[in-house]
């Protein structure tokens, strides 16, 4: 029996075809490498395909017992999906359609997707809790709305069991070092900080200071990557024992400030750089900070590595030897 991991070649997919490999699961990783890098699929096999082809898809499933789906294979930028939407629903949404065609015609009924918290929109109150309405303001949330509701009607007509992870921000790199975060172009505060730390920025830019935040920049909720391979492991398992789909928010409850960010890469790197002060960007909220109670109390999952300081210390660590 295997794992079809799409999406696997990308930031969080790579980190969790290592996970289950390393757990002795066969793992299938499937990626038509737009965003991907054939460089990250370091353990089981790789085929290059695109879930926009069924008869790529299918062929897959004809030459492995695929016993459970992870899907990452989504495009994840939200400016651009304000103008370029019709992009984002023919790849988040018809595609994964196409991907549940082939799972319902070979009888595979497991799946674990990555969501965002962008389907909640503006939050009414944090932290973000999973039963709190869902109000996308993007088509990108949008898209991921729109598939988390095909799953539940697959689900009641189709027998489909699911786990939906509703992740914050990813960060960190593989404690390891053999895989990292590499992204073109690269929009993920982190990575762009240690860039202006190593010279590949002239600087960086701080988007608002005067938030109803202890610093007066923005606070997010930074979780590592690691931590989110360990997750969605845990809910493949959890899938295993028969339990009921499920939804779930994925993040630290801690919340670290853009400044706070800042400090702690000149911190961990040992050099400074320039930061540029720049006015608030439209549609960004002072604090968005999510809750996983329910991720530890279902899945027994528990965050090891929060601490802002070890995810920046894992992504400088990759950040300089970066393979690509």
Known sequence: ????????????????????????????????????????????????????NLDEIEAVFKEYNIEAVFHFAAFAYVGESVVKPEKYYYNNVTNTLNLLHVMKKYGCNKLIFSSTCATYGEPERVPITEEMKQNPINPYGASKLMVERIFQDYNKAYGLKFVVFRYFNAAGADPEGEIGESHTPETHLIPLVLDAASGKRRD????????????????????????????????????????????????????????????????????????????????????????????????????????????????????EKAEY
């Not at 930031?11 to 066969?26: C, D, T």
């Not at 802002?308 to 660590?317: L, S």
Request: charged content about 25%.
């Open 204 to 319: 960086i830019k701080v988007f608002g200071t005067d938030y109803a935040t202890p610093d007066g920049s923005c606070i997010r909720d930074y979780i590592h990557v690691y931590d989110l391979a360990t997750a969605h492991l845990l809910a493949l398992h959890y899938l295993e024992e028969g339990k009921e789909s499920n939804f779930f928010n994925l993040g630290n409850a801690l919340g670290t400030s853009v400044l706070e960010v800042v400090k702690t890469v000149k911190k961990v790197t040992g050099r400074d750089f320039t930061v540029t002060l720049a006015e608030r960007r439209a549609g960004d909220p002072a604090r968005l900070v999510g809750s996983s109670e329910k991720a530890q109390k279902m899945l027994g999952w528990k965050p090891i590595y929060g601490d802002i300081d070890i995810i920046v210390e894992h992504a400088w660590k990759w950040h």
């Open 1 to 52: 029996m295997a794992v079809l991991v799409c999406g696997g070649a990308g930031y969080i997919g790579s980190h969790v075809n290592k996970q289950l490999y390393k757990e002795g699961y066969e793992t299938v990783v499937f990626d038509n490498l737009i965003y991907g890098h054939w460089e990250a699929v370091k353990w089981g096999h790789f085929i290059q395909g695109d879930l926009k």
